[in-house]
């Protein structure tokens, strides 16, 4: 039963964001439960990733620029990304 459900996956993109006005935004992706390895720990707050370039970009607290998106910060380590 689950391989019929991951051949209908699309596969993971090496960059990948949440915001859908980003050019990396692959709606068809988040159809599915989409996790984050960084060195080696699952993280859950994750905004955008490059596996290739070795970043992820996650938020800083609850700050927030003008226009009301969330700050966030790039974080430079080993990426992965799976579903779940």
Known sequence: MTDSNT???PDLPDHLS???RSPHHVAAVFEHDVGI???GKE???VTEYCISEGWIKVPVGKKQDRKGNPL???LKGE???FYK
Do not use: G, H
């Open 7 to 9: 051949s209908q996956r």
């Open 18 to 20: 949440i915001d859908p």
């Open 37 to 39: 390895l960084f060195n």
């Open 43 to 45: 993280r859950f707050d």
């Open 72 to 74: 966030t910060i790039k």
């Open 79 to 81: 990426v992965a990304a």
